[in-house]
């Protein structure tokens, strides 16, 4: 597993807390329990730990602007695989002690959380199809009027932006429906690449999750609440009897955990209820950062324009700002041909949704790539870590 280099800090001083956590001096540190083991498996939790930390104090520190952005939500994947990665790492090295009592057993556990992450991100893939949809009828109603010179404003231009933003609203008011007809019909999957891939993938174990898109029922806080549920911090002596790997595991399971929530957050999502109940422990380092973010995203969910927001990512709520705009100026104009005033009104309205239009263009397709990504390191991940405690 890669090094932290320069890092010298220790673990104690990562009780500070910039929120005034960490003042709990019952905290337990899997560092402090495993005094007997080797240094150089000390340096490795503690190097996995730090990693965790540092890239969520990262994401933490995000400017409100980029707070929920497709740029922030893409970091947030990126730390999530960095993490991953190191995760696989330390489990290959101690392949001989995985399948060892109790840590067979948070091992387990963690392997059945992941099925349900693998129906979340196929979730979130329907969600990103979801935004695909929005912006390229938002993007009609802007290439309306780019038929013309821009000094030109005829009414069928009006007419027809008046009809895609009309077909727009139909399209993210009534969820629902649309979720029926129009996404749920695809059966799309990371998983679904090929009939042979799928019988593979079916002869490794895996749910059917990784084959077709979640149906209609299908609860995304009710799935979060079943992860959340299962996970609970190892007790002092099993931390103890498996050398601290136990923490390493459930650190691994909050991470992935805290990730699919921010992913529900911000992307829209079947039944994306936030508001279950999430206590992040404090006797971890990184459970600083994770608790910014909790309540950082929970105030923007709280936000009187966002309440009834499809997702909290920013672009939805620029959309939404610029749907609004361009549909009070057309919905206004009744007379042609139109005056200065109005005709820089309209161009205003119309650079604004281009902009937002754009953002998705270029941001969509990317973080896709990344959440298949994120797909494959929980897949692939599942699959040799039950080959291991099979084959041990």
Not at 33 to 59: A, P, Y
Not at 231 to 244: D, R
Request: aromatic share 8%; hydrophobic share 40%; net charge neutral.
């Amino acid at each position: 597993m890669p090094t932290t280099s320069g890092y010298t800090m220790p673990f104690g001083t990562f009780r500070r807390s910039i929120m005034g956590i960490g003042n709990d001096h019952n905290q337990v540190y899997s560092m402090d329990v495993n005094s007997d083991s080797s240094s150089e498996f000390h340096c490795e939790l503690g190097s996995f730990e730090h990693q965790v930390f540092r890239q969520f104090r990262t994401l933490s520190a995000a400017s409100p602007d980029e707070l929920l952005s497709l740029n922030w939500v893409s970091k947030l994947l990126d730390a999530f695989i960095a993490c991953q990665e190191d995760f696989n790492v330390i489990l290959s090295t101690h392949e001989a002690n995985l399948s060892k009592p109790p840590l067979d057993k948070f091992l387990t556990e963690f392997f059945d959380r992941s099925i349900r992450a693998l129906d979340i991100c196929n979730a979130i893939r329907d969600g990103i199809e979801k935004i695909r949809l929005w912006y390229k009828h938002l993007d009609i109603v802007s290439s309306a009027f780019d038929s013309k010179p821009r000094n030109m404003m005829i009414e069928g231009q009006f007419r027809r932006a008046k009809k895609a933003l009309t077909d727009l609203a139909i399209i993210m008011l009534d969820e629902n429906k649309e979720s029926a007809s129009v996404f749920s019909t695809r059966n799309r999957s990371f998983g679904r690449l090929n009939k042979g891939n799928k019988d593979n993938l079916q002869k490794a174990g895996h749910s059917r999750s990784l084959s077709w898109s979640v149906p209609n029922s299908w609860s995304a806080s009710k799935q979060l609440q079943s992860i959340v549920n299962g996970l609970v911090p190892p007790k002092p002596h099993e931390i103890s009897a498996t050398n601290g790997l136990a923490t390493i595991v459930y650190t691994m399971g909050f991470v992935l955990m805290f990730v699919l929530w921010a992913l529900v957050a911000a992307i829209p999502c079947q039944d994306r209820n936030l508001q279950f109940h999430l206590s992040i422990p404090r006797q971890f380092s990184w459970g600083t950062p994770l608790n910014l973010l909790h309540i950082r995203i929970m105030d923007e969910s709280k936000k009187r324009e966002r309440k009834n927001s499809a997702g909290l990512l920013k672009e939805i709520s620029q959309m939404e700002k610029s749907i609004n705009l361009i549909s009070d100026l057309v919905d206004s104009i009744h007379q042609f041909p139109l005056t200065e005033e109005q005709k820089e009104e309209v161009q205003t309205g119309i650079q604004e949704a281009s902009l937002v239009c754009n953002s998705f263009k270029n941001g969509l397709d990317p973080l896709e790539r990344q959440l298949r990504e994120v797909f494959r390191k929980i897949m692939s991940c599942r699959t040799e870590g039950l080959e291991i405690l099979g084959r041990v």
